[in-house]
T-cell receptor, first 111, second 113 residues
Framework: DAKTTQPNSMESNEEEPVHLPCNHSTISGTDYIHWYRQLPSQGPEYVIHGLTSNVNNRMASLAIAEDRKSSTLILHRATLRDAAVYYCILRFYNQGGKLIFGQGTELSVKP | DSGVTQTPKHLITATGQRVTLRCSPRSGDLSVYWYQQSLDQGLQFLIHYYNGEERAKGNILERFSAQQFPDLHSELNLSSLELGDSALYFC????????????FGPGTRLLVL
């Protein structure tokens, strides 16, 4: 299984942009890149996903490197409610919805 | 609120016992996924059902079993419980079998004493 590598923790200031990096050097051509986050005492929450092109939605943006060996989740203006563990996950297209979670990045947001 | 419901929220039981966790997916979703979250193993995929059929299995112990019923709700049965089975168990659902977007429930916290 292809693996992802993320920093254990990151800090951000409120209302500033946050760039959360993820390395996935063994990604294959049919692997989708997903981001989920888990707020304290809650289940994981879908954030965004992509295959090759950069993606935007109301929550965040996903920037995917041209060689697809890394990606960055961008929160444009961090709020205190964005403090969570962010998971970068590769979803194997031919294995349905099986999500392999790593350790994730714990994001703290300072007021 | 994701629209996925799980019952019970908390469960305390003894070693050797059997419990059943229940999950109701979002209205219209055909897939149900089960995940286990423990302090030492993190979030682990257990099993995926789509429209009543098993689609994928992860690191699910033989003592654990699951099924998805015709009304699409799912149950995860855990038997011969051990202390190490204490964990949060999450259910997620998605509209199809690809699972592009999975909606997670609030989880069931199981404590085995």
């Amino acid at each position: 299984d292809a693996k992802t590598t993320q920093p254990n923790s990151m800090e951000s200031n409120e209302e500033e942009p946050v760039h959360l990096p993820c390395n996935h050097s063994t990604i294959s051509g049919t692997d989708y890149i997903h981001w989920y986050r888990q707020l304290p005492s809650q289940g994981p929450e879908y954030v965004i996903h992509g295959l090759t092109s950069n993606v935007n939605n109301r929550m965040a943006s996903l920037a995917i490197a041209e060689d697809r060996k890394s990606s960055t989740l961008i929160l444009h203006r961090a709020t205190l409610r964005d403090a969570a563990v962010y998971y970068c996950i590769l979803r194997f297209y031919n294995q349905g919805g099986k999500l392999i979670f790593g350790q994730g990045t714990e994001l703290s947001v300072k007021p | 609120d994701s629209g996925v419901t799980q019952t019970p929220k908390h469960l305390i039981t003894a070693t050797g016992q059997r419990v059943t966790l229940r999950c109701s997916p979002r209205s219209g979703d055909l897939s149900v996924y089960w995940y286990q979250q423990s302090l030492d193993q993190g979030l682990q995929f257990l099993i995926h059902y789509y429209n009543g059929e098993e689609r994928a299995k992860g690191n699910i112990l033989e003592r654990f079993s699951a099924q998805q019923f015709p009304d699409l709700h799912s149950e995860l049965n855990l038997s011969s419980l051990e202390l190490g089975d204490s964990a949060l168990y999450f259910c997620a659902s998605s509209v199809d079998s690809y699972g592009e977007t999975q909606y997670f429930g609030p989880g069931t916290r199981l404590l085995v004493l």
